[in-house]
C-alpha cells in the first residue's frame, strides 16, 4: 500500500511564504515524476510545478519566479518552496507521483495525496 503525506500547508499574508512536504511510504520500487496540484474553490485542478526523477523541472507560468520545486531520491520525498504568495495562491494542494512498485513493473501508478490547504490574506 502506497501513500502520500503532505504536510505544511496553511495560512499566511499577501508576500509571505510556505513550504510544502510530501512523503511517499509503502512498497516502492522507485518513483518517476512528482508534481504539485492546486484547486481552488469552484476551479479545476491545475498543475502547480513538477519534477522528473532526473531533476527536471517544469513550472505553470503563475507560479514561475516564486515557487521550487525540489525533491530527495532518498527520503521519496517533494517539496514545494512557495514564496511571494498571493491571494490568487489560495487552494487545496495535492501532492501527485508516479511510482513505480517493482523492478519488473512496465509502467508506475499514479496516486495523489489527501490535499492540504493553503489561505494567502490580503
Known amino acids: 500500500q502506497v501513500q502520500l503525506v503532505e504536510s505544511g500547508g496553511g495560512s499566511v499574508q499577501d508576500g509571505g511564504s510556505l513550504r510544502l512536504s510530501c512523503a511517499a511510504s509503502?512498497?516502492?520500487?522507485?518513483?518517476?515524476?512528482m508534481a504539485w496540484y492546486r484547486q481552488a474553490p469552484g476551479k479545476q485542478r491545475e498543475l502547480v510545478a513538477a519534477i522528473t526523477s532526473g531533476g527536471s523541472t517544469n513550472y505553470a507560468d503563475s507560479v514561475k519566479g516564486r515557487f521550487t520545486i525540489s525533491r530527495d531520491n532518498a527520503k521519496n520525498t517533494v517539496y514545494l518552496q512557495m514564496n511571494a504568495l498571493k491571494p490568487e495562491d489560495t487552494a487545496v494542494y495535492y501532492c501527485?507521483?508516479?511510482?513505480?512498485?517493482?523492478?519488473?513493473?512496465?509502467?508506475?501508478?499514479?496516486?495523489w495525496g489527501q490535499g492540504t490547504q493553503v489561505t494567502v490574506s490580503s
Open positions: 509503502g512498497r516502492i520500487f522507485n518513483i518517476n515524476r
Open positions: 501527485n507521483a508516479d511510482i513505480r512498485l517493482t523492478a519488473w513493473s512496465a509502467r508506475g501508478n499514479n496516486y
